[in-house]
């Protein structure tokens, strides 16, 4: 029972490098989010995609890029880091007519 | 303006209190309306749907009111394991799912 996998669990960026979390899910869904949540808040949209090929900006899109090549990967690049950019990201997926989200545990990252 | 907003929190309550939490939203037309738990360092889960008709499921019941952009979550009989961070979800066209910032709760013995 996969679900959403995302890595790394944990990494340290320092400032103005660059790095791709990674995001797979296995239950062959449509729908797929990235979202940030700084500590002691809520959820923010990074970006989505509701199928291959296609991919829109979410609430806080700057700074980061996607891309969705197959149905199972929904990767998250992040350029030039910036210390405003330390957060939790969580990764999720949605089956077409179901409500539930399904997210990965998280990934920590922190830039130094 | 947010496009999900929440009470900010924290609530804390003893335990057997009733809680309420609210949300409001901005997007009229938002389609689809959820409420979330969110444990520490935990990803958040599903704790249930908002429909127009309200919902109920065991000590928790989901109000959602589409003219005034408004929607609730009751908690009655609060349980210590209902401690944790209350996310309203609103989804609007296209599959764009907001969380609104969370409300965490307390409940204490």
């Known amino acids: 029972n996969a679900g959403v996998t995302q890595t790394p669990k944990f990494r340290i960026l320092k400032i103005g490098q660059s790095m791709t979390l990674q995001c797979t899910q296995d239950m062959n869904h449509n729908y797929m989010y990235w979202y940030r949540q700084d500590p002691g808040m809520g959820l923010k949209l990074i970006y989505y995609s509701v199928g291959a090929g296609i991919t829109d900006k979410g609430e806080v899109p700057n700074g980061y890029n996607v891309s969705r090549s197959t149905t199972e990967d929904f990767p998250l690049r992040l350029e030039l880091a910036a210390p405003s950019q330390t957060s939790v990201y969580f990764c999720?997926?949605?089956?077409?007519?179901?409500?539930?989200?399904?997210f990965g545990e998280g990934s920590w990252l922190t830039v130094v | 303006r947010k496009e999900v907003e929440q009470d900010p929190g924290p609530f804390n309550v003893p335990e057997g209190a009733t809680v309420a939490f609210n949300c409001t939203y901005s997007?009229?037309?938002?389609?689809?309306f959820f409420w979330y738990r969110q444990d520490c360092r935990k990803e958040p889960k599903l704790l249930m749907s908002?429909?127009?008709s309200g919902n109920e499921d065991g000590r928790f019941t989901a109000q959602l009111n589409r003219a005034s952009q408004y929607i609730s979550l009751l908690i009655r009989d609060s349980k210590l394991s209902d401690s944790a961070t209350y996310l309203c979800?609103?989804?609007?066209?296209?599959?764009?799912?907001?969380f609104g910032a969370g409300t965490r709760l307390f409940v204490k013995a």
């Open positions: 997007n009229s037309a938002s389609q689809s």
């Open positions: 908002v429909y127009s």
């Open positions: 979800v609103v989804e609007g066209g296209g599959f764009k799912t907001i």
């Open positions: 999720a997926s949605r089956p077409d007519r179901e409500n539930t989200i399904y």
